[in-house]
């Protein structure tokens, strides 16, 4: 298995929370940035959360304080906590590594937040 297989999204409403799950491709996850990204309809890919090999993160500023970008190494498991969700939280998530890499990109997982 080569390409990330994310897991975990839904229908939920404002408010709400999700738990994203990525099974990542061998031991990337410890030698690599892992981020997850979302693209929303009509809008560019964008990158919400990176996790370092050392586990420190990051986060755009649109999902700070919501968010939670977690790891797994032994597991090779990249997952997302996203808490107090909103309407513009809407897209399909993806798991990569930052960079995206053409060779990892998967289905993704659609996460729609409506009431």
């Known amino acids: 298995q080569v390409q990330s297989v994310e897991s975990g999204g839904g229908l939920v409403q404002p408010g709400g929370s999700l738990r994203l799950s990525c099974v990542a491709s061998?031991?990337?996850?410890?030698?690599?940035?892992m981020g997850w990204y979302r693209q929303a309809p009509g809008k560019q890919r964008e990158l919400v959360a990176q996790?370092?090999?050392?586990?420190?993160?990051n986060y755009a500023d649109s999902v700070k304080g919501r968010f939670i970008i977690s790891k797994d190494n032994a597991k090779n498991m990249l997952y997302l906590q996203m808490n107090s969700l909103k309407p513009e939280d809407t897209a399909v998530y993806y798991c990569?590594?930052?960079?995206?890499?053409?060779?990892?990109w998967g289905q993704g997982t659609q996460v729609t937040v409506a009431s």
């Open positions: 061998g031991s990337i996850l410890s030698i690599y940035v």
């Open positions: 996790i370092t090999y050392g586990g420190n993160s």
């Open positions: 990569n590594t930052v960079p995206g890499n053409l060779r990892y």
